[in-house]
């Protein structure tokens, strides 16, 4: 590993987990191109995507793969895991393969991680269906992904104000990995993303609950991130057996409930049986395809 550096002179990795989303990988890797604060590299781990060509780019960009299963959930943990190990820097910054980076986020995001230590959180604003994200990549400037992007309406008080400091937090439950900063050694006192998790769900706040049962302090930056619109459903019924599997075993491990909004939704709907205050969730059905159509909605999150 290359020696810590800190301040102006250090040198970082940016590290995307990708899995059949190569137009939103292309934006992402054009974004960070873009930095005003360009990383040393950019690692890219593959999920089940063996023959993946990775989109072009300014700067050095090295491919990493994971196996993936069809029909079986994402191995995320394992894929950041794996990511994380290949970088060659100690410090690293996590992006999803749907966020564009804002020009200026690598450069407050760093600045607040030289300040706070621990992890510390970019701040998404999320792109409308209507975004024109074509402008975007065509020079048009990043002021057209703040035009055409809203805050997370329950996030938004979560960073300080533009150009602010990051602010030092509590709210280790609203921990994601969307985007953030963290020192190689810190992710090791955590011990990575524990690959017990399957698919979607539980994986971070799972990460966030052990850094901060390990003394990891947690912030949240100003640093703005543009999250790809891809419509959502609501309730996430195409990630109901991840789910359901993976908040029994947030449940076994932290003896709290994770995901209780999706969970309420499940069970409101026939989908689940579940009692909050026992360790009891059962999977009673799973939706037919007019059901999961119907839970599709074109809203930004």
Same mark, same amino acid.
């Given at each position: ?5 800190? &301040? ?139 035009? *055409? ?21 509590? *709210? ?21 993303? *524990? ?10 706040? *799972? ?62 709907? &026939? ?31």
């Amino acid at each position: 590993m290359q020696p810590q550096q800190t &301040g102006s002179d250090q040198a970082f990795s940016v590290l995307i987990i990708s899995s059949g989303r190569d137009a939103h990988l292309a934006n992402a890797v054009r974004g960070i191109c873009r930095s005003t604060r360009p990383p040393a590299e950019i690692v890219v781990c593959y999920m089940g995507q063996p023959s993946a060509v990775p989109p072009p780019g300014t700067l050095p960009l090295r491919v990493v793969h994971v196996a993936g299963r069809p029909g079986e959930p994402l191995p995320l943990g394992a894929a950041r895991n794996a990511a994380a190990a290949a970088a060659r820097f100690d410090t690293l910054v996590f992006l999803d393969v749907d966020c564009i980076p804002g020009a200026e986020m690598f450069g407050q995001l760093l600045a607040d991680l030289d300040r706070t230590g621990g992890l510390v959180m970019a701040a998404p604003r999320y792109l409308t269906a209507d975004a024109d994200v074509r402008a975007w990549a065509s020079d048009g400037g990043e002021g057209v992904l703040v035009r *055409d992007s809203v805050p997370h309406h329950a996030r938004a008080a979560l960073a300080p104000a533009p150009g602010e400091p990051a602010a030092a937090s509590e *709210d280790y439950a609203l921990f994601w990995s969307l985007g953030f900063a963290v020192r190689r050694e810190t992710f090791e006192r955590i011990g990575g993303f *524990d690959e017990s998790f399957a698919g979607y769900g539980g994986e971070d706040t *799972d990460f966030a609950f052990t850094a901060r049962l390990r003394g990891v302090p947690l912030a949240f930056s100003a640093a703005t991130m543009f999250h790809q619109h891809h419509g959502v459903h609501r309730p996430p019924l195409q990630h109901l057996d991840s789910i359901v599997v993976n908040a029994e075993a947030f449940r076994r491990k932290w003896g709290s409930w994770p995901m209780t909004g999706w969970l309420e939704a499940f069970a409101r709907d &026939g989908y689940v049986s579940w009692d909050r205050d026992a360790a009891q969730l059962k999977l009673l059905r799973r939706p037919g395809s007019a059901e999961l159509a119907a839970a599709r909605v074109n809203a930004p999150y």
